[in-house]
Nanobody
Framework: QVQLVESGGGLVQAGGSLRLSCAAS????????MGWFRQAPGKEREFVAR??????????DYADSVRGRFTISRDYAKNTASLQMNSLKPEDTAIYYC?????????????????WGQGTQVTVSS
């Protein structure tokens, strides 16, 4: 099993930066795809970014709304996954969730993940 512990949420001004971290347990961390999702009040959980191994190379993908501003990364030595968020906008305000999954296609759907962090609040003021 994989256990995820998130940190790094907070309040920032528009245009600022924030780095979210997700610490994962287990020696099989490298075999899981890692993703970040967010959920704003009154909205469903939406895909933000993911990092996966295709069997040949690593692939990353981002939602159009964050591409160019957010960067997902993984540190296998530390068993962590991070989301660097730059040029933050008020519409980025949401609860952000880290997730890990082993079975999936493109890993852009919440249903493709097996484990979830507790969520961390990100609030961006205008």
């Amino acid at each position: 099993q994989v256990q995820l512990v998130e940190s790094g949420g907070g309040l920032v001004q528009a245009g600022g930066s924030l780095r979210l971290s997700c610490a994962a347990s287990g020696r099989t961390f490298s075999s899981y795809a890692m993703g970040w999702f967010r959920q704003a009040p009154g909205k469903e959980r939406e895909f933000v970014a993911r990092h996966m191994w295709s069997g040949i190379i690593y692939y990353v993908d981002y939602a159009d709304s964050v591409r160019g501003r957010f960067t997902i990364s993984r540190d296998y030595a530390k068993n962590t996954a991070s989301l660097q968020m730059n040029s933050l906008k008020p519409e980025d305000t949401a609860i952000y969730y880290c997730a890990a999954g082993r079975s999936g296609a493109d890993f852009t759907s919440p249903n493709e993940y097996d484990y979830w962090g507790q969520g961390t609040q990100v609030t961006v003021s205008s």
